[in-house]
């Protein structure tokens, strides 16, 4: 009998997108989680692959397991009668480190970005030569032919660290997930841990000092606007169709190239794979034509219009993400306003950079807030509500509920920002249900 793959949890982001690439190249895939809907789940529908509800009886001798990081003994049945009855699982990243070895691999890893860079890297190698990839926004592919596998690092309990690849790019390093990280030394010591796995080479964004204190074996090329780079971003031209530019390694320009996105960040996300690609030998006219059709990833600035209305989607969280999105909203709509509906994710990241976030909130024209999604993590709450980043906020700052975005309709002429983590969409589908209603209602 052929074995079977089971996802315990299997609409995780990185688990669905795990389940798709195996799945892809011919394995037996099946799995379970809860019965709300997450916008991951749409891809494996799709595949024909299996979702069961969490059960004893899916725990059977012809299945190999793969247990989501956020399950445990004391909270998923599944997991409690593999430990009671001596059924082996593996993590998702313990699965990975070892799945990866039979690949040339390319990592991504970073506090923000990594989705966005390992769908471009995905995007341009796929169209190039045969290759299996990983994205964090739920998206995988598998190809048994497959010779390279790109995928997201994360960093979050330390879980990049069974990963072994020949190249990897770091975006940043931020502090972020306090409820895990006690400093931003201590996020530093697992990304320069993880650096040291890297076999070939590491390409790391040159502005960041904690990335200039990085040190391993593998050989280190700084990317960036800056002399002081060895991949160097020129002559950039921003606008409301995307950002141009050329890049130079050496004092010589190696090709020149434009991306379908916006956002000074999504720059330097491309100049970090431009700079992997040219690195490990690949031709900078097919990197530079494949790159033009690249169309983003889930939930990071997707956008939809209803009823004249612009509307994006992304999945901001952090500070630093939310300035990069409404970065790109002001460089797509320079004449429009812009506002920004934000829902805190975690109240431990709230409380640990609420200054942070409403400094970033005030780059939008207005902005309205959506209650603090908590994490099942969390034990305690803190003494933290959404009212109290309101307060902090200088633009104008209203908290909504899902059942009245009516406040929303108080803007003309604007493009809308929807980011967060937690369950924003829910925000994101009332308001777009009202905007629906308005206009039947005139005809």
Request: hydrophobic share 40%.
């Amino acid at each position: 009998m052929s074995k079977i793959y089971h996802f315990i949890g299997i609409k995780g982001s990185g688990m669905s997108a795990l389940a798709l690439m195996l799945h892809q190249m011919g394995h037996t895939v099946q799995g379970s989680d809860v019965s709300k809907y997450y916008f991951t789940q749409r891809g494996l529908e799709q595949a024909g692959i299996k979702i069961l509800p969490f059960s004893e009886d899916n725990i059977t001798e012809d299945v190999e397991l793969i247990a989501g990081n956020a399950f445990r003994e004391d909270n998923n049945v599944e997991i409690a009668y593999a430990m009671k009855n001596g059924f082996a699982f593996k993590r998702y990243h313990e699965f990975l480190g070892e799945f990866m070895r039979q690949f040339t691999s390319f990592g991504v890893a970073g506090a923000h970005g990594k989705t966005s860079t390992t769908g471009l890297l995905s995007h341009v190698l796929k169209n190039i030569t045969d290759t299996s990839y990983l994205i964090g926004d739920g998206t995988g592919r598998g190809s048994a032919n497959s010779n390279y596998f790109v995928f997201e690092a994360d960093e979050y309990q330390r879980h990049f660290m069974p990963y072994h690849p020949e190249y990897s790019i770091i975006t940043n390093i931020d502090f972020d997930h306090p409820d895990y990280f006690e400093s931003i030394d201590d996020v530093f010591a697992a990304f320069n841990d993880y650096a040291k796995q890297v076999q070939k080479a590491l390409f790391l964004y040159g502005d960041d000092l904690y990335l200039r204190r990085i040190t391993s074996d593998a050989a280190i090329y700084y990317y960036g606007f800056n002399d002081t780079d060895d991949f160097i971003a020129y002559d950039i031209v921003r606008t409301t169709s995307g950002s141009s530019f050329k890049v130079k390694h050496e004092g010589k320009e190696i090709g020149s190239f434009h991306l379908p996105a916006f956002g000074r960040h999504n720059i330097l996300n491309a100049t970090a794979v431009v700079a992997n690609l040219y690195v490990a030998g690949f031709d900078m006219d097919l990197v530079a034509e494949h790159m033009q059709s690249f169309v983003g990833v889930k939930r990071r600035f997707s956008e939809k219009i209803i009823n004249d209305v612009t509307i994006i989607d992304d999945f901001a969280h952090h500070p630093t993400e939310i300035i990069a999105t409404l970065d790109a909203a002001r460089q797509k709509y320079p004449i429009k306003e812009i506002v920004a509906i934000f829902q805190p994710h975690t109240f431990t990241r709230t409380i640990a950079l609420l200054d942070e976030f409403a400094d970033a909130l005030n780059q939008a024209d207005a902005v309205y807030l959506a209650n603090i999604y908590g994490s099942a993590r969390e034990v305690d709450h803190g003494d933290i509500k959404v009212e109290d980043l309101a307060m902090k906020i200088k633009k104008p700052a209203k908290v909504v509920s899902v059942e009245n975005m009516s406040p929303l309709l108080d803007h003309e002429d604007a493009v809308y920002v929807f980011m967060g983590a937690g369950d924003i969409q829910l925000y994101e589908r009332s308001f777009e249900e009202l905007l629906s209603s308005l206009t039947n209602n005139r005809q």
